[in-house]
């Protein structure tokens, strides 16, 4: 490995650490924020997790960074409520018990007089659940920030009209070869005079602007069609009789379904490629893809546990899909400045991964289990329900929700989440996601 692409592969990893702190800081920032708009007091504002290697403090509130940059976190005063007969300090020598009191009890360990109307658990479900929403929603802002900026400035690599190449003659897809035997048709492209270089504007009398009408037209096509092209700068129409031939089969979004293949019509060329800037309803939609998948993976990460182990542990190949943790991105980062592309192309890719990180810190901190800031949030909405139900049917005020009792289902999941944590982080030192 030369200097040159240690330095790049450290220059990008650090491009990724600043990116990765600045999106904890951010999502700390919502809470922090929303926090202070409703008067609850906030000690603490901490960027990292370890022992503290820089801070300062404003007012009542300490700012500072730590030192491992693996998440952050506030420190707000009554995060829950005292216990029914209104007492703090753990007493209880049940396990089960001792951690909901330990809990209970650091989140009043630095109530200072005054307090009393500055707590966390005694302001209304609605601005608790926004307290707890802002952190996420601010890195939901920043991805779909980052992600409409670089569509729409830069773009996407998308096919075109425009002819990579013409194939000599008709093979059906399925069978997965590219040489041509003597039995096998010349292909319409080839036999109509299509050239590498030609950009289609026009087929069977009808102007295309992209590959994905296009591709369309010449599916449902079999037979003769005309296809007008422009060459040298000028436009020609050019005969073309359009075979049934088997192809991929594509999805309602036009991407190609691997394995399946349907009877359409065929021509027989290769699209050519080139990146270009999305106007704002098609970032919009491939914004709503891209969150569509990410929930979809959230939702299949259980079942990516074997095939992690086995990268990890075994001989098994590490898929492309495979959960990715802060090292494993962080390596990514630190490939994508090694790319033969051009700096522009590189700084777009470090921007998308830093879009679908922010996207990711959305998705699971939504996720309604405590700790996680969708746990609180369903916490509230719990009370909020049970305290209206409790005055529609005239009931006693049952009182704030004690989230503290939940305290050792926390542990459980942070546990599950540490655990997993744990095995991506090997799998991505010993068997690492590529992009080269």
């Not at 802002?134 to 802002?141: E, I, K, S, Y």
């Not at 790319?339 to 990711?360: E, K």
């Not at 139900?389 to 929700?401: H, I, Q, S």
């Amino acid at each position: 490995m030369s200097m040159t692409t240690i330095l790049m592969t450290v220059l990008g990893i650090a491009i990724f650490a600043v990116g990765l702190l600045f999106s904890i800081a951010w999502h700390e920032l919502g809470h922090l924020s929303t926090a202070k708009l409703f008067g609850i007091r906030v000690p603490q504002y901490m960027v990292g997790f370890g022992p503290t290697i820089w801070s300062r403090r404003k007012g009542d509130t300490e700012y500072g960074i730590k030192a491992i940059p693996a998440g952050g976190y506030i420190r707000m005063i009554g995060m829950f409520p005292p216990g029914p007969d209104g007492r703090l300090e753990a007493r209880s020598t049940s396990p089960w018990r001792g951690m909901i009191e330990d809990a209970r009890s650091a989140a009043f360990e630095e109530l200072q007089p005054g307090d009393e109307s500055r707590l966390f658990y005694t302001r209304k479900p609605w601005k608790r659940v926004i307290v707890m929403f802002a952190g996420p929603f601010m890195n939901l802002v920043l991805a779909v920030a980052i992600f409409m900026g670089v569509a729409m400035t830069f773009g996407f690599q998308t096919q075109t009209t425009e002819v990579a190449g013409v194939q000599r003659c008709v093979i059906e897809q399925s069978e997965k070869r590219d040489s041509c035997k003597a039995s096998d048709p010349v292909s319409p492209a080839k036999a109509a005079g299509l050239r590498e270089g030609d950009r289609i504007v026009a087929f069977d009398g009808q102007r295309v602007d992209d590959w994905a009408t296009l591709s369309d037209r010449i599916r449902q096509t079999v037979g003769p069609a005309t296809i007008t092209v422009e060459r040298d700068g000028k436009e020609q129409t050019l005969h073309a009789v359009l075979q049934e031939n088997t192809v991929a089969r594509k999805d309602a979004d036009g991407e190609v379904v691997p394995g399946k293949y349907v009877t359409a019509g065929y021509l027989g060329f290769a699209a050519n490629t080139e990146i270009l800037p999305l106007s704002f309803g098609d970032s919009v939609v491939r914004m709503g893809d891209m969150i569509e998948n990410g929930v979809d993976s959230i939702i299949a990460l259980p079942s990516k546990i074997p095939d992690l182990w086995n990268a990890a542990f075994g001989d098994g190949e590490r898929a492309d899909d495979s959960p990715v943790g802060v090292v494993g991105a962080a390596r990514i980062g630190g490939e994508v400045m090694n790319l033969d592309i051009p700096a522009q192309n590189q700084i777009a890719m470090m921007l998308f991964l830093l879009a679908g990180f922010n996207l990711s810190l959305f998705l699971f901190n939504m996720l309604p289990l405590l700790p996680l800031d969708g746990g609180h949030i369903a916490g509230a909405l719990w009370e909020a329900l049970r305290r209206n139900v409790a005055k529609v049917f005239r009931r006693p005020d049952p009182g704030p929700f004690d989230v503290a009792k939940l305290m050792p289902v926390a542990y459980v999941v942070a546990g599950i989440f540490i655990c997993f944590t744990l095995l991506v982080l090997v799998a991505d030192i010993v068997n690492p996601v590529k992009i080269t």
